[in-house]
């Protein structure tokens, strides 16, 4: 099977900086888009960034500017760093990737298990 652990999450004052990661392990043939979403209590996941295998990026309006993502495809890690973080950057941020698992034809996508981020005013 294939695995997402996520790290990095935790509390920051506003203006402050933290770094996410997300490393995928298991029977992995090739791990493809990689990203982040993130999610608040009582509304949608929403993107907050992709990044191609190739290493072309994507960033939600919110966050341009201020996110950096990255990744190792030696290692089937990507990174979050997450500067000027503002009290609205609050919520659960989860790690996803499209992966084709060793001997299967298709990708599939999988989820990490989510990790807090809380930004104090």
């Known amino acids: 099977q294939v695995q997402l652990v996520e790290s990095g999450g935790g509390l920051v004052q506003a203006g402050g900086s933290l770094r996410l990661s997300c490393a995928a392990s298991?029977?992995?043939?090739?791990?493809?888009?990689m990203g982040w979403y993130r999610q608040v209590p009582g509304k949608q996941r929403e993107l907050v960034s992709t990044?191609?295998?190739?290493?072309?990026?994507n960033y939600a309006d919110s966050v341009k500017g201020r996110f950096t993502i990255s990744r190792d495809n030696a290692k089937n890690t990507v990174y979050l760093q997450m500067n000027s973080l503002k009290p609205e950057d609050t919520a659960v941020y989860y790690c996803?990737?499209?992966?084709?698992?060793?001997?299967?034809?298709?990708?599939?996508?999988?989820w990490g298990q989510g990790t807090q981020v809380t930004v104090s005013s």
């Open positions: 298991g029977r992995i043939f090739v791990a493809n888009a």
């Open positions: 996803n990737a499209a992966i084709m698992r060793l001997g299967a034809s298709d990708e599939y996508d999988y």
């Open positions: 990044i191609t295998r190739g290493g072309m990026t």
